[in-house]
């Protein structure tokens, strides 16, 4: 297991893939790990160094005082690549990874070659959805985080999906009953209060947004405001609900792949 040392903690990575090829950064979502990206990592791996990590609060990263800003998420990602001496990557993100993309895309620019952004929206939910959460993970502690599990499958996966891919939907969706609760409810905190609606158009490096069609967690809607916003971003939508990349599988990593060699 490999750590990088923040000021406050450590954040834990995972590298694959040939040590001089481009860098790829994956972001994870809210609730989940880097074994959420499992799936890609293979096909991912033979065109690029694929650097994982768990965001903060979640895996086996640090566990701060909350809330979290997307920022200070942002933030880590910078220091990442600091550390390991990688000026510029890839970087795909998947809900609040997207976010997490977002930020970077506006504010750090510089140290992206090209952006990929997943299920994700300028603002995802309202304060009416996170609170509610956010008070129910700090009161009831692990006991609530095994409630989300359950009520997960159906929100990050269609039913027929859930249905014939059992253990793959319960891998994943036990990642969120494995996460910190005070983790948890931070980062609740940072999607809560992030909206790019009014900053996207500062993103210029190349962009991919990706969708799911049967997502009501970020619907499409949300992945077409991101496009017409970002000059010349290209888009993609495949049958899944929130984490297309899982239920997608191979057609996923390809255009993903697609858009990162395009030249």
Known sequence: MAFVQLAEGELH????GPIDAPVLVLSNSLGTDLNMWDTQVPAFAEHFRVLRFDTRGHG????????????????????????????????CGLSMGGLIGQWLGIHAGDRLQRLVVCNTAAKIG??????PRIEMVLRDGAAAMVALRDASIARWFTADFAAANPQQAKRITDMLAATSPQGYAANCAAVRDADFSEQLSAIHVPTLVIAGTEDAVTPPAGSHFIQRQVQGAEYAEFYAAHLSNVQAGAAFSDRVIQFLLAR
């Open 60 to 91: 086996q990263s640090l566990v701060t005082e909350g809330p979290y800003s997307i920022e200070q998420l942002g933030r880590d990602v910078i220091a990442l690549l600091d550390a390991l001496d990688i000026p510029r990557a890839h970087f």
């Open 126 to 131: 309202t304060s009416d959805v996170w609170n």
């Open 13 to 16: 990575y995972q590298l694959d």
